[in-house]
């Protein structure tokens, strides 16, 4: 295997008729920093690039294997890119949880990620309908839910020999009621988008940019989030709404849907941009006996469009949410101040 310094007085010796002198230096010297095949091109704005450049730091003072929680989402995709860049992809382990209610189509895309970026991947598969914490669906579900979570990425790290685990949360998390969050963060798993000061926009033009093939991909959740608070979460209802959202995407081609399950009621909400696809009799004929095949008696449509099912705005003074707050930027200023490239 070639060093850093062969490959780049072979690179070097190449001719480049768009840079010269000093760029050209530059610009080489970018090319052969980091291990793999995505590197961050020179396509994103210089403040994303000390965004990445800290990142890529984040990880090398850490000096140490990383265990990636890889949940099929952009973010965490982002973060195992980075940790493979910095570590090389030898150091780097892509755990995705199969906890019953991640949808297949998140499980499948986890895969396919970890592929994409040539990393170690493995799935481990447990049963949280079997913490009735979590089932009772209150709004503590997603801290049960995580820090079992945890739990498990804790036993399987000690396992394998792995000091280091982190995740995909991102500074916008910071601004909404995320008890999920607070659990992997007492439970000592890091965040370093937070901690780096990476936003969505940030993540999703580096990823981009990196030809990243889910960069645009919608954000999700588990599929629990789609039942009312304190209405208990079985199997059937995670079946039936996994099943129902399969039908609105395939039958529609929207890319953003859920199905909120209000017991004899499913409420369809897709973004707004796209209710339009929805207006279509023949379509909706099409899925009306599959819907009543999965136990629903009514169908309607949102016109209010897709919302994210987390703080509700009236929820912002209330004591859990101020106690999270503290906690979780406590927990992302304690590093800021020894990371001067925000």
């Known amino acids: 295997m070639k060093s850093k310094k062969d490959r780049t007085e072979e690179v070097e010796g190449e001719e480049n008729t768009e840079l010269n002198g000093e760029e050209k230096k530059k610009h080489l010297q970018e090319e052969v ?26 990880f090398k003072l850490k000096n140490d294997k990383v265990l990636v ?42 895969v396919e990620v970890a592929k994409e970026l040539g990393i170690s991947h493995r799935i481990i598969k447990y049963n949280e309908l079997e913490n009735q914490d979590f089932v009772k669906n209150d709004s503590s579900r997603c801290f049960h839910c995580r820090n079992e979570l945890a739990d498990n990425l804790i036993t399987l ?31 000592g798993i890091k965040s370093p988008l937070i901690e780096t000061g990476f936003n969505k926009k940030d993540i999703r033009n580096l990823a981009k940019a990196n030809k990243l093939s889910i960069y645009d991909k919608p954000s999700n959740a588990c599929l629990a989030s789609r039942i009312s608070k304190n209405i208990q979460i079985t199997p059937e209802k995670l079946k039936r709404i996994e099943s129902c959202e399969s039908i609105i995407k395939k039958v529609f081609d929207v890319k953003q849907v859920r199905v909120r399950d209000h017991g004899d009621l499913a409420r369809i909400e897709v973004e707004k941009e796209e209710i339009i696809k929805l207006f279509d009799i023949e379509k909706l004929n099409e899925i009306e006996l599959p819907f009543k095949v999965n136990g629903f008696k009514y169908v309607t449509i949102d016109i209010g469009g897709y919302k994210k099912s987390g703080l509700a705005a009236s929820d912002k003074d209330n004591e859990k949410y101020v106690q999270l707050k503290k906690i979780t930027s406590s927990s992302s200023s304690s590093i800021k101040s020894n990371q001067p490239c925000q």
């Open 33 to 58: 920093e980091g291990e793999g095949e995505y590197q961050h091109p020179n396509k994103i704005n210089d403040a994303l690039k000390v965004k990445y450049a800290s990142l890529v730091e984040w």
């Open 69 to 110: 929680a890889l949940s099929g989402g952009v973010d965490s995709a982002v973060v195992a890119l980075v940790a493979k860049n910095a570590l090389g992809k030898q150091n780097v382990l892509a755990i995705t949880a199969n906890y019953q209610t991640l949808s297949g189509e998140e499980l499948s895309t986890a």
């Open 157 to 187: 790290a000690s396992q394998e020999g792995f000091k280091l685990i982190v995740d995909g949360s991102n500074k916008d998390d910071l601004n909404d009621y995320r008890p999920g969050m607070v659990a992997l963060h007492q439970k």
